[in-house]
């Protein structure tokens, strides 16, 4: 069955950086749009960042354009977000999601929980 495992959360402190990995399996990667969702307590998810099933386009929601960067490696079924210049704000569980547009199948993985603290 299709899953999706996400890494490399933690504790950082404001101004410093984490990068997060997902690794996909049981489900043909290439053909899915990979994005990064957070949620903070009390707050909707929101949609951080994506990337095209190729690669050769990606889009940042406002407050992470210039700081995060997300890429994928559709040969080894991984998709990444580095997260430079962290804010207290950035804290939340990351999700990684996996969205196949053609037939509006999705999946998602369990969450990285990422705080920026001092």
């Known amino acids: 069955q299709a899953q999706l495992v996400e890494s490399g959360g933690g504790l950082v402190q404001p101004g410093g950086s984490l990068r997060l990995s997902c690794v996909a399996s049981?489900?043909?990667?290439?053909?899915?749009?990979m994005s990064w969702y957070r949620q903070a307590p009390g707050k909707e998810r929101e949609l951080v960042a994506f990337?095209?099933?190729?690669?050769?386009?990606?889009n940042y929601t406002d407050s992470v354009k210039g700081r995060f960067t997300i890429s994928r490696d559709n040969a080894k079924n991984t998709v990444d977000l580095q997260m430079n210049s962290l804010k207290p704000e950035d804290t939340a569980v990351y999700y990684c999601?996996?969205?196949?547009?053609?037939?509006?199948?999705?999946?998602w993985g369990q969450g990285t929980q990422v705080t920026v603290s001092s």
């Open positions: 990337i095209t099933a190729t690669g050769g386009s990606t």
């Open positions: 999601n996996a969205l196949w547009l053609a037939v509006g199948r999705q999946h």
């Open positions: 049981g489900f043909s990667f290439s053909r899915y749009r």
